[in-house]
Structures are given as structure tokens and as C-alpha cells.
Nanobody
Framework: QVQLVESGGGLVQPGGSLRLSCVAS????????MGWYRQAPGKQRAVVAL???????EYRESVKGRFTISRNNAKNTMYLQMNSLKPEDTAVYYC??????WGQGTQVTVSS
């Protein structure tokens, strides 16, 4: 049974940083693409960043230069380092593996 578990969300002031983690179990995704998505209240879920099995990355325009996606295949874990956070980054962040499996989400709130 595949399971993705996110952690690292929380409340942070504008300009602050958070690091999200996603641990996968039940299968190895070392050969698959993985990604982070987010869903703000009243909005559709949207891609934040993607990383393929080689480590090539893509980002939505609004987070370029502030967010960094990475993965450790040996630990079956993916990360999202978020710096210079803005109130508009507030959302539930979801981990995705192979465009098929989803985690339960972790809340990120950016507010003073």
C-alpha cells in the first residue's frame, strides 16, 4: 500500500522560511517524477514544483527563486525549501508521486 506523508507545515511570518518533507512508503519512486502542489481556499489545486528521477526541476512562476524542490531517493523522500514566504503562499501543500499518488496535505499559513 503506497503512502505519502507530508510534514513541516505551520504558521510563519512574511519573509520567513519553512521546509516541507514528503516520505513515501510502500513503493520506491526513485524512477518516477514527484511534485508539490498547493490548494488555497476557494481555489483549485495547482502545481508548485516538479522533479523528475534525474533531479531536473520545474517551478511555477510565482515561486521561482524562492522555493527549491529536492529529493533523496535513498530515503524515498522529497523536500520543498520555501524562503521569502508571502501571504499568497498560504495553502494546503500536497505531495504527489508519479502523477498518481497523493499525500494528505500539510497546512502552510503565512501571516503576521
Amino acid at each position: 500500500q503506497v503512502q505519502l506523508v507530508e510534514s513541516g507545515g505551520g504558521l510563519v511570518q512574511p519573509g520567513g522560511s519553512l521546509r516541507l518533507s514528503c516520505v513515501a512508503s510502500g513503493s520506491s519512486f526513485s524512477g518516477d517524477a514527484m511534485g508539490w502542489y498547493r490548494q488555497a481556499p476557494g481555489k483549485q489545486r495547482a502545481v508548485v514544483a516538479l522533479i523528475d528521477y534525474r533531479g531536473s526541476t520545474e517551478y511555477r512562476e510565482s515561486v521561482k527563486g524562492r522555493f527549491t524542490i529536492s529529493r533523496n531517493n535513498a530515503k524515498n523522500t522529497m523536500y520543498l525549501q520555501m524562503n521569502s514566504l508571502k501571504p499568497e503562499d498560504t495553502a494546503v501543500y500536497y505531495c504527489n508521486a508519479n502523477f498518481r499518488y497523493w499525500g494528505q496535505g500539510t497546512q502552510v499559513t503565512v501571516s503576521s
